[in-house]
């Protein structure tokens, strides 16, 4: 879609994904770019987040094919979905990190069981991520001891800590406070900045105005259109989009 | 009076020996059940189906039957039919453990069942295998929630050890009847087995509370305080 002169990191074609007898996803296809940040915006129950949690199989899809690098992957084969797993990371609205570990053990122990380093060479590379999301005093906390910003940035490092060559963001700070949806946003636009691929469910219009690079617009399980944010969210054109954010806005200014 | 103290004060040595024997079955009663119990409620909760429905034919037959039928069908039934020669205090070990497995295997499913699905997702999102989510993630969580529901099914098996009495098991209950026939001091030495019992109740529960302490995590199992 954007600069086709590159080979996409990700290509989806023709996914399907029924749960319970009814249609969630229909024929999604689309490709992302390396570095490419593509924003996935649409109401809820249209897909968004069956799509995501597809794009690492945590749902299996009916049909379709996902492609890593040019390689489609075979995902029931144990061994391939495991190491594909490891290079496509996935933050979760919930945060979902570790109850029982602190900050410091969330990030390191997919490192020493998944990626078998040694305890300290771990714990190094987890300080470092801690530190690059600005949680290197955290390291010693548990989970109900942070913050839901901080517990995202963990969430967030502990993805990082992976090498992943994709991430997935499956609306990072819907489940945030206003005053914390920054710090988060920082961690994700500083990514971007760095280069990171990603694929990310959002509302938050003004980020995705700024940094997306591309805007896929989903409704009813279906890609109802897609493009650049300046030509979606352009007043003159009257897209679906900019409609169902102008409804958007109003409901989070309150009005009807 | 004088005699009852006497009968007390010399058969206390004896009676305490006899709760050796009672903390031996009761302690190994429900590590075999941990053994028992822990890959059950993991199999019941992710396992295939024909491995569910073993689960649950294991745990409705010895949930469904007495402990003192269960030592009867295995002590004098099964282990005489395989003429396996078990002392008492085994067999009963062996038959609290059992039955143990089947009560204990719902504690830690329920305990298991109470964690949020998000948190396998998570853990299979980095590429962690079923085997090692549940290892590293599901069971460390699930084991300290299961605390509770452990001392008291510690506190039920040491009751329920008393039936190996019936077996000939040289345990506290047993002591105490051979002291009381010997000596007609029925009402001293019941309550002689009784305040051993509590202590034991007691002082299982206190080491179990704290072992809760030991392994607690800031804010985790609290969900439902106030």
């Known amino acids: ?256 | 009076m004088e005699r009852t103290i006497s009968v007390l004060i010399e058969s206390f040595p004896y009676l305490l020996g006899g709760a050796g024997l009672t903390v031996a079955a009761v302690v190994g009663g429900m590590l075999l059940g941990l053994v028992i119990g822990l890959p059950m409620a993991v199999m019941q909760v992710y396992g295939p189906r024909p491995m569910r429905w073993f689960v649950q034919f294991y745990v409705w037959f010895f949930r469904g039957v007495p402990i003192l039928v269960l030592l009867f069908l295995f002590y004098f039934g099964l282990f005489q039919l395989l003429n396996w020669n078990i002392d008492a205090l085994t067999s009963a070990t062996l038959v609290l453990g059992m039955a143990s497995g089947a009560y204990q295997s719902q504690i830690f499913r329920g305990s298991i069942q109470s964690l949020s699905r998000g948190q396998f997702r998570a853990a299979s999102a980095l590429g962690m295998t079923d085997g090692q989510a549940i290892a590293h993630i599901i069971l460390p969580q699930a084991l300290r929630l299961s605390l509770p529901g452990w001392s008291n099914e510690y506190s039920i098996i040491l009751k329920d050890s008393a039936l190996a009495f019936v077996l000939g098991a040289t345990e506290i209950m047993a002591r105490t009847q051979f002291v009381a026939t010997r000596t007609y001091q029925h009402l001293a030495l019941a309550l002689a087995a009784c305040f051993i019992y509590f202590l034991l109740t007691w002082a299982g529960v206190r080491l179990l509370r704290a072992l809760e302490r030991r392994v607690s995590v800031p804010g985790f199992g609290q969900a439902g305080a106030k």
């Open chain 1, 1 to 256: 879609m954007t600069t086709p002169d590159t080979n996409p990191i990700l290509t989806i074609s023709g996914l399907n994904k029924t749960l319970g007898g009814k249609p969630i996803l229909r024929d999604v296809s689309f490709s992302v770019q390396p570095g490419e940040l593509k924003v996935l915006i649409g109401p809820s129950g249209g897909g968004k987040s069956t799509l995501l949690q597809c794009l690492n199989f945590l749902h299996e899809p009916d049909s379709g094919v996902i492609s890593l690098d040019g390689e489609a992957v075979d995902y029931k084969s144990r061994k391939t979905l495991y190491a594909y797993r490891q290079k496509v990371g996935m933050i979760f609205q919930d945060y979902n990190l570790f109850d029982h570990l602190t900050a410091l053990e969330n990030v390191s122990l997919a490192l020493r069981k998944v990626k078998k380093l040694k305890r300290s060479e771990a714990e190094t590379r987890a300080r470092q991520e801690l530190d690059r999301v600005g949680l290197a005093d955290k390291a010693s906390l548990y989970p109900a001891e942070l913050s839901g910003g901080q517990k995202q940035r963990v969430s967030i490092a502990r993805a990082l800590a992976m090498d992943p060559r994709v991430i997935l963001l499956d609306e990072p700070t819907a489940a945030l406070d206003p005053e914390l949806i920054g710090e988060v946003l920082q961690v994700i636009r500083s990514l971007v900045q760095s280069g990171m691929t990603m694929i990310m469910a959002t509302h938050q219009m003004g980020f995705v105005r700024t940094m997306a690079d591309e805007i896929i617009f989903m409704q009813d399980g279906c890609i109802v259109e897609h493009g650049k944010p300046a030509e979606l969210l352009d007043e003159q054109r009257g897209s679906r989009t900019l409609d169902f954010c102008t409804h958007l806005s109003e409901f989070e200014n309150g009005a009807p």
